[in-house]
């Protein structure tokens, strides 16, 4: 995998896991922090809690939380190791998650078409109240 690649699907992943609702904002800076430990050559992060407390700001039990959490939400899987714990980021959902971006986005936009035809009350004279109620 190219580095481009490479840091395409790692952004598309954080992407994806911020956008998920189940994932509360401290738990996506674990995320970030995990994502940015990861191996190009074996698509996993060795990193210790104690280094993702520091990296965070959060403590050890947030972390661990954290952790639990993005497992459960299926983005993240890893293994205890004697120092540290192997990540490994779960990249299965990104096509769903993407989709449901665009649809958000796509969403986003119609309701701002809507708001750029909708007339302005600013726009009509302050005894014309009859027109505004017709509209």
């Known amino acids: 995998m190219t580095e481009e690649n490479f840091t ?6 954080l992407r994806c896991v911020m956008h998920d609702r189940m994932v509360p904002p401290w738990a996506f800076e674990i995320a970030y922090c995990i994502i940015s430990h990861l191996n190009a050559r074996n698509g996993r992060a060795f990193v210790s809690d104690e280094t993702l407390a520091d990296l965070s700001g959060i403590s ?25 714990n192997v990540y490994e980021p779960l990249f299965g959902k990104i096509s769903g998650m993407m989709d449901h971006i665009q649809v958000q986005r796509e969403e986003r936009q119609e309701r701002r078409e809507r708001r750029k035809h909708r007339p302005k009350v600013a726009e009509h004279e302050p005894g014309d109240r009859t027109k505004l109620a017709e509209q």
Do not use: E
């Not at 395409?8 to 992943?13: G, H, P, Q």
């Open 60 to 84: 050890g039990r947030t972390v661990r939380r954290a952790r639990r959490l993005l497992r459960t939400a299926g983005w993240l899987r890893w293994k205890r190791t004697s120092t540290a």
């Open 8 to 13: 395409s699907k790692k952004l598309n992943w």
